[in-house]
């Protein structure tokens, strides 16, 4: 039991390329989320699924796509990367039966230069 | 006004100490009240959870939840150098979290 993977763990870009973090859980969660962190900001919401199929904007969105591309797998893409997108990005998902109870992957450090 | 306020830190105690780390927030219709964990180049842990007002005990760790203040806290007895990480409040009225920017803790030898 992996729980909540991420790859790639580092990551640095030029402004302008894509690139996709992948994100697992081998839980049965129902609902994933990405999230990204940065210094004095805490954690902010880009996009989650509620469940197989559905996706939805959270506070940060602009900049990002998502794909729930099955129960166990939520990829984030960056089309177009900034420098504004450098920061520690997670991906969480929820406890079956419970519905708040977050856990989280070990994050992907992203450098946009 | 954030929807959950916390201060950043850091904290600073002796090892032993009693640390007691708070969360206030606005949104009265948060019922579900969560305690994370983050060791330094880590993702979140969950530490403790609770539902309703009143205290939930396990270990070491005390969580407290006062609804009528809008106020949650999170109590370590005995504190260790194991503990000095920095601790996230999150709240939520069903799927969607809102958490604090997290409280850096320190405890020193």
């Known amino acids: 039991n992996a729980g909540v993977t991420q790859t790639p763990k580092f990551q640095v870009l030029k402004t302008g390329q894509s690139m996709t973090l992948q994100c697992a859980q081998d839980m049965n969660h129902n609902s994933m989320y990405w999230y990204r962190q940065d210094p004095g900001m805490g954690l902010r919401l880009i996009y989650y699924s509620a469940s197989e199929g559905t996706t939805d904007k959270g506070e940060v969105p602009n900049g990002y796509n998502v794909s729930r591309l099955n129960k166990r797998e939520f990829s984030l893409r960056l089309e177009s990367a900034a420098p504004s997108q450098t920061s520690v990005y997670f991906c969480?998902?929820?406890?079956?039966?419970?519905?708040?109870?977050?856990?989280f992957g070990p994050g992907t450090r992203l450098t946009v230069l | 006004q954030k929807e959950v306020e916390q201060d950043p830190g850091p904290l600073s105690v002796p090892e032993g100490a009693i640390v007691s780390l708070n969360c206030t927030y606005s949104n009265s219709a948060f019922q579900y009240f969560m305690w994370y964990r983050q060791y330094s180049r880590k993702g979140p842990e969950l530490l403790m959870y609770?539902?309703?007002?009143g205290n939930k005990e396990d270990g070491r760790f005390t969580a407290q939840v006062d609804k009528s203040s809008k106020y949650i806290s999170l109590f370590i007895r005995d504190s260790q150098p194991s503990d000095s990480a920095t601790y996230l409040c999150a709240m939520s009225e069903r799927y969607i979290p809102t958490f604090g920017r997290g409280t850096s803790l320190i405890v020193h030898p």
């Open positions: 609770t539902y309703s007002s």
């Open positions: 969480a998902s929820v406890r079956s039966g419970s519905t708040d109870t977050q856990y």
